[in-house]
């Protein structure tokens, strides 16, 4: 009779599953409240004890770990050596195991769990079996996850397990514990830079295609989720999120958590198109839109605040990829959904993110650092020009400073109080993204009381000279450049505002 041994702490369809295996020959051998699960069901079902000759002690800490049940799932059926050692020391050998882990994901979420909780329900003895079959997989058939029950099975009554398809349940398996062992690892680790880095992550879904329709892709989220996330939004309407939808959403949802008043951010590849704030959000909306009205065309819109029907029908009025929002009106929502594609998301907003860290693949590794949480304060600027700054021109130059953080180097924004007018973005050397911004901004209301905001320093006056020349009366930027006196001297000699933040603020 062949022999499975059956401990799991998810109990999802444990009775039907064990019934057909009886059904099919198998002998049942189980622990604890398994056991009790299979006996209360009427099923004819073995103790461990009963296997071992060894009680079940340390209030359960050692139950399986004994050579009667790892000589039974380790020994290799092909070799006489092995088989005659299990003949000798009378072991009867395992065929299949079926586990699943102690609950540590589900433990470590639960408010005010102490370390001592934690610790008890890291799983040895699942693990150890589940590694012990999976290493035997020629002979032993592993089973981590419900979900497989009804293959299993299906497989088992045609007589078609072949090699794929134990080789497919084995790397299940170390898949499974490794992310298992990565949470422990991560949960006990006191240190952000870990000798070793592991990363456990849950695949949340299988994509049509990456960037382009020639690379295959898909996403995954934290083991442990994180609330504040597009992977954690929900979606009320519109087709599955695409890469680049992922990855375009992302960059809205950090860019709004900036700021508290109320707020609309436009992306266009993972860069702001536009960021309007107002009194209301339909004011907020127009500030955004009218910062660029070209970039957004097929872009993504985060807000801050519920859409209300006039704002609605705004963005109805242009092609959007996405909407991301706290809520919509029921009424706002009917205008939106009449767009069949439109993806419609909701996400509680907050300017506190808990991820701190970040994580960049690069070819044969990865690079990993702190988030740039720098928050930004009048009260940290230094003014190194003659000209003073405004009342008006240093609040500008905070939300300046707060927009281009999220703006891919060499960063520039023209932005006045609540709006942008002006973004260059990306530009290998500095001066272009200063042209380029001013270009924009130039053309729209407000400009003349805008402010520049740069990144990182200038490494020559060139930018400070072209601002001043076309219409920017007030700069903003880290300073730290060996020239800075040169930048410093254009400022007096052209009469504008230069003030160093100290702070710099590289994305690539």
């Known amino acids: 009779m062949t022999r499975a041994l059956l401990s799991v702490s998810d109990k999802t369809g444990l009775v039907p599953f064990a019934q057909k295996l009886i059904e099919l020959g198998y002998e049942l051998v189980s622990t604890g409240g398994t056991h009790r699960v299979l ?32 000589a039974g799932l380790l020994a290799r059926r092909d070799l006489p050596e092995h088989m005659a050692k299990l003949s000798e020391f009378d072991i009867t050998p395992i065929d299949m195991v079926v586990v699943n882990l102690y609950p540590f994901k589900s433990t470590i979420q639960k408010e005010g769990v102490t370390e001592a909780e934690a610790i008890e329900n890291i799983d040895i003895g699942g693990p150890s079996m589940l590694r012990s079959a999976a290493k035997n997989f020629a002979a032993v058939l592993p089973i981590v996850d419900p979900s497989d029950y009804d293959i299993v099975i299906e497989k088992l ?50 994509m049509r295609y990456g960037e382009n329709p020639h690379q295959a892709a898909a996403v995954y989220k934290t083991a442990l989720p994180e609330t504040y996330s597009v992977l954690n939004a929900e979606i009320l309407h519109g087709k599955q999120l695409s890469y680049n939808n992922i990855r375009d959403a992302d960059a809205a949802l950090r860019i709004i958590s900036e700021f508290e008043d109320t707020t609309v951010v436009t992306v266009k590849h993972m860069n702001p198109a536009g960021i309007g704030q107002g009194d209301t959000v339909e004011a907020a909306w127009d500030n955004a839109f009218a910062a660029d009205d070209i970039s957004i065309f097929g872009g993504i819109v985060a807000l801050n ?23 919509f009106t029921p009424e706002a929502y009917e205008i939106l959904a009449a767009k069949k594609n439109l993806r419609l998301l909701t996400l509680p ?9 970040e994580v960049t693949s690069v070819l044969g590794g990865l690079v990993v650092q702190e988030r740039d949480l720098l928050s930004e304060n009048q009260a940290d600027f230094e003014v ?25 180097s060499n960063a520039i924004v023209v932005a006045r109080q609540g709006q942008t007018l002006g973004i260059g973005a990306g530009q290998p050397n500095r001066i272009d993204s200063v042209v380029m ?72």
Not at 184 to 198: C, G, H, R, V
């Open 349 to 357: 907003f907050s300017t506190d993110v808990p991820q701190k860290l």
């Open 437 to 508: 911004s001013i270009e924009k901004a130039s053309q729209k209301p407000g400009f003349d009381t805008a402010v520049l905001a740069s990144d990182a320093f200038f490494p020559m006056n060139d930018s400070v000279a072209y601002a001043a020349e076309h219409g920017i009366k007030a700069i903003v930027e880290p300073g730290g450049s060996i020239k800075d006196k040169d930048s410093i001297a254009k400022a007096d000699e052209l009469g504008i505002v230069l003030v160093f933040s100290g702070k710099r603020h590289f994305k690539h």
């Open 157 to 206: 009554q045609e007589k078609t397990i072949d090699g794929d398809f134990r080789k497919l349940l084995a790397a299940k398996v170390f898949q499974h514990t490794a992310a298992y062992d990565a949470l422990i690892a991560n949960y006990l680790t006191k240190t952000e830079f870990p000798q070793s880095l592991t990363l456990p992550y849950d695949k949340f879904d299988d």
């Open 39 to 70: 006996a209360d069901a009427g099923l004819s079902v073995t103790s461990i004890d009963d296997v071992t000759g060894f009680p079940e002690m340390l209030d359960g800490r050692v139950k399986t770990l004994h050579p009667r049940v790892h």
């Open 305 to 327: 605040r519920e859409v209300d029907v006039a704002t609605a029908e705004k963005m109805h009025a242009i092609f959007l990829e996405i909407i991301i929002a706290p809520s």
């Open 384 to 408: 190194v020009s003659q000209a003073q700054p405004t009342a008006e021109q240093l609040e500008a130059m905070v939300f300046a400073q707060k927009a281009v953080k999220h703006v891919k």
